[in-house]
């Protein structure tokens, strides 16, 4: 399926996978609208990137907790690109600017719990809810949620934020259901992504345990998970699945 001349939002747009996601979708003819929160300096970078290239692309700020921001970023990117046919649910938390050691549950507050929660699940329900009567009218609408191989398996269950990402396969089915037959919606699910947020600050260990562990011998590359995003916008009879990412780490 050709997608040129498509509109996309992407949450977390300034981050390391989020501006692969959007050049990748830029490189197929796609005008990106580059989510963020706080990093308006780096989605100014991505946008120029973009731009450079003869692309199309805006920045749209919102944050994730905040419904009326999450509308208002929406109705932005309606108003300056005349539609919205993609969302690609990709901001997330890993650990939320807290230090807390594996297993520590009195470190790991209930306050932190939400934060995570809020952030990593509600938010892009939030997404997805305030997008939705305009990727129903594209006729032709695509979610792609950014979840995690942690919803997948039995290892690596101890990091914070693997309730929270791991959750978002759930998500996605939900959402496939409530949204078809206008709209699908599925899930890539990364493993250990070396250079972001999600796959950084661990202790050498850590990583050397995961590139063990997968079958390759490698960890996730995240052009391949921006890869999976732009088919699982081009596919048209994909709905309600989630596809790991992740060396192999996890069989499924």
Not at 149 to 155: A, E, M, S, V
């Amino acid at each position: 399926m050709d997608i040129s001349g498509a509109v996309a939002l992407v949450t977390g747009g300034s981050g390391g996978l989020g501006s692969r996601i959007c050049s990748f979708l830029a490189n197929e003819g796609v005008m990106v609208a580059i989510g963020y929160h706080r990093g308006e300096e780096r989605a100014n970078a991505v946008k120029e990137d973009i731009e450079v290239s003869s692309g199309s692309a805006i920045t749209a700020q919102l944050d994730q907790m905040d419904p009326a921001s999450i509308d208002k970023a929406v109705s932005h990117v309606v108003a300056e690109m005349g539609s919205l046919d993609i969302l690609v649910n990709n901001a997330a938390i890993a650990m939320g600017g807290h230090s807390i050691e594996l297993g520590d549950l009195d470190a790991f507050t209930p306050e932190i719990w939400d934060e995570m929660m809020a952030v990593n699940l509600r938010g892009p329900y939030l997404v997805a809810r305030a997008a939705a009567k305009h990727l129903r009218a594209s006729n032709w609408g695509r979610v792609v949620n950014i979840g995690s191989t942690l919803g997948h398996g039995d290892w690596y269950q101890d990091r914070q934020f693997a309730p929270s990402k791991a959750a978002i396969i759930p998500l996605t089915r939900f959402l496939a259901a409530s949204l078809a037959p206008d709209v699908t919606v599925n899930c890539v699910a990364p493993g250990l992504m070396v250079g972001t947020e999600l796959g950084s600050g661990g202790a050498q260990e850590l990583f050397d345990g995961w590139r063990n562990r997968s079958a390759l011998n490698c960890f996730t590359s995240v052009d391949d998970v921006a890869g999976q995003v732009v088919y699982l916008c081009k596919a048209s009879s994909i709905t309600g699945q989630s596809i790991g990412v992740d060396g192999g780490v996890h069989f499924h």
